[in-house]
């Protein structure tokens, strides 16, 4: 898992005084921290934003809850970072973010028709749910004196959009399985909270195209129709049933 301090700021220009900027919040004035002690009188909030603070960190300081580091703004700048330098390009993205290596920071990329390119621009999209539908909630969340920072709503929107331009014609494809992964994490969530009509016809279009490759015989969707390997080679669709099996449920008898 990729873990990088927040950093400082996180800005990229083309060469003019344009700015497409992520500021960290500033942490410069913290509120002490307050440990519960047998020995001391226990301090209590000192307004309702406080007290739904401390419920939803179940007593914990802050710091050590699970949903304040999910909700980080380290994790904005990780997004943003990868993001905001392919907004300047003349042409929406073709290469998509993978993982990265042991040890490193940077994404290996790949192309748009591989079975990951949903998940960032997905990432994108559930940022921008976030800051539209959640706002109280992360606020609650997050440390009580410290102001909430974002990506400006509308650089979000327009990366959002650039980012999944060239996603659209994956729903035609016809030899994969993995239409839901590379549909779904974005298309949902740009109908949902914009009504996008294009990001909906895609989704029906990508379902019929994944229906149409299920097989009576088998009751099952084909995963792949050839497949060749050191060990094996099944290249005849009409003779060879290739599936997956992700998750297996034994039934109680």
């Not at 999910?70 to 907004?87: E, F, H, M, R, T």
């Not at 088998?218 to 995963?223: D, L, M, N, P």
């Not at 390997?229 to 998750?247: A, C, E, H, M, N």
């Given at each position: 898992?990729?873990?990088?301090?927040?950093?400082?700021?996180?800005?990229?220009?083309?060469?003019?005084?344009?700015?497409?900027?992520?500021?960290?919040?500033?942490?410069?004035?913290?509120?002490?921290?307050?440990?519960?002690?047998?020995?001391?009188?226990?301090?209590h909030?000192?307004?309702?934003?406080?007290?739904?603070h401390?419920?939803?960190?179940?007593?914990?300081?802050?710091?050590?809850s699970?949903?304040?580091?999910?909700?980080?703004?380290?994790?904005?700048?990780?997004?943003?970072?990868?993001?905001?330098?392919?907004?300047?390009k003349?042409?929406?993205?073709?290469?998509?973010?993978?993982?990265?290596?042991?040890?490193?920071?940077?994404?290996?990329?790949r192309?748009?028709?591989?079975?990951?390119?949903?998940?960032?621009?997905?990432?994108?999209?559930?940022?921008?749910?976030?800051?539209?539908?959640?706002?109280?909630?992360?606020?609650?969340?997050?440390?009580?004196?410290?102001?909430?920072?974002?990506?400006?709503?509308?650089?979000?929107?327009?990366?959002?959009?650039?980012?999944?331009?060239?996603?659209h014609?994956?729903?035609t494809?016809?030899?994969?399985?993995?239409?839901?992964?590379?549909?779904?994490?974005?298309?949902?969530?740009?109908?949902?909270?914009?009504?996008?009509?294009?990001?909906?016809?895609?989704?029906?279009?990508?379902?019929?195209?994944l229906?149409?490759?299920?097989?009576?015989?088998?009751?099952?969707?084909?995963?792949?129709?050839?497949?060749?390997?050191?060990?094996?080679?099944?290249?005849?669709?009409?003779?060879?049933?290739?599936?997956?099996?992700?998750?297996?449920?034994?039934?109680?008898?």
């Amino acid at each position: 898992m990729l873990q990088v301090e927040p950093p400082t700021s996180v800005s990229v220009t083309n060469g003019t005084d344009q700015n497409l900027g992520y500021l960290p919040p500033d942490q410069s004035q913290k509120r002490p921290e307050w440990l519960p002690d047998q020995n001391t009188t226990k301090q209590h909030p000192s307004s309702t934003l406080d007290a739904e603070h401390q419920i939803l960190t179940n007593g914990k300081h802050p710091k050590r809850s699970l949903l304040q580091g999910l909700y980080s703004s380290n994790v904005v700048a990780k997004i943003w970072g990868v993001a905001a330098p392919a907004l300047f390009k003349s042409e929406p993205p073709t290469l998509y973010p993978e993982y990265t290596k042991p040890g490193g920071t940077r994404y290996v990329f790949r192309e748009l028709d591989f079975w990951t390119s949903g998940f960032f621009p997905g990432s994108l999209y559930l940022l921008l749910e976030r800051e539209r539908r959640f706002k109280r909630e992360l606020a609650l969340i997050q440390e009580p004196s410290v102001s909430s920072s974002t990506v400006h709503p509308m650089h979000l929107e327009f990366a959002c959009k650039w980012w999944t331009a060239n996603l659209h014609q994956n729903s035609t494809l016809a030899s994969t399985h993995d239409l839901g992964f590379m549909i779904f994490p974005w298309a949902k969530l740009a109908w949902t909270l914009d009504h996008d009509v294009l990001a909906r016809d895609t989704i029906i279009r990508a379902s019929r195209m994944l229906a149409s490759r299920y097989v009576p015989a088998t009751g099952a969707i084909r995963s792949w129709d050839t497949c060749t390997t050191l060990r094996y080679s099944f290249t005849d669709p009409t003779k060879d049933f290739l599936f997956i099996i992700v998750g297996l449920i034994i039934p109680f008898s």
